[in-house]
């Protein structure tokens, strides 16, 4: 199997992953399996910080760069929707 499709596999199982202990940190009935669910959270974060980085160091993740008014339009809009 190639090498960009595996890392692509293995970033999406561990989003996956993040997203279940979000959930499980969110749904948990206890302290202690709230800290439990919220320190497997940030290791699933930690990971998935460390494949994407692999990835876009190869160019296997390419992002795009927005224009500056682009994101201040996106700002202010939402900020005016949260005012009113």
Do not use: R
Request: one cysteine or more; hydrophobic letters at 30%; glycine letters at 6%.
């Amino acid at each position: 199997m190639e090498d960009k499709i595996l890392m692509s596999t293995i970033l999406n199982g561990t989003k996956g992953l993040c997203d279940l202990m979000m959930h499980g940190s969110i749904e948990s009935s206890t302290p202690d399996v709230h800290q439990a669910f919220c320190t497997a959270l940030d290791d699933c974060l930690t990971m998935q910080n460390q494949i994407y980085s692999k990835m876009s160091a190869k160019g296997w993740y390419p992002t795009q760069t927005v224009e500056k008014t682009k994101i201040d339009s996106a700002i202010q809009k939402f900020s005016q929707s949260s005012q009113g």
